[in-house]
């Protein structure tokens, strides 16, 4: 009996884009846990959570490993802003926003030191 047979090779570049992506995959909880304790932590640090009486700061919380929440009722009014008896506004401080901002090229480097081995 015959043996047919047949080697795979690259195709512009795609097997090392695959390599690198499994690699990733593997390695991605890691790396969730370690961006959501830094943006945690920006969270916990002066600065990172307006603070009046310190409910909201203390109301911060890691939920497994990828995500980050505050979970006092109030959180979403201070942070988008919200309507006032009278019909005002109070403009939203965006602070979780600029937490998770302030992230976004440090998870970029992290991703790209894996990937770069």
């Keep these: 009996m015959g043996l047919i047979q047949v080697t795979l090779t690259d195709v512009d570049g795609l097997g090392i884009k695959l390599d690198q992506w499994a690699q990733l995959q593997s390695v991605f909880p890691q790396i969730a846990l370690r961006e959501a304790t830094e943006i945690y ?5 002066e600065g990172g959570t307006p603070v009046r009486t310190g409910e909201l700061m203390g109301s911060l ?9 505050y979970i006092k009722d109030y959180a979403p009014h201070v942070e988008y802003g919200h309507r006032t ?4 506004y109070v403009e939203g401080q965006r602070f979780f926003e600029s937490n998770i901002e302030a992230q976004k090229p440090i998870y ?3 991703l790209l030191e894996i990937l770069e081995g």
Excluded: Q
């Excluded at 932590?41 to 640090?45: A, D, I, L, Q």
């Excluded at 919380?61 to 929440?69: F, Q, R, S, W, Y």
């Design 85 to 88: 008896r009278g019909n005002g």
């Design 108 to 110: 970029k480097e992290h």
């Design 61 to 69: 919380t890691l939920i497994g490993n990828d995500e980050v929440a």
């Design 41 to 45: 932590n920006r969270g916990k640090s």
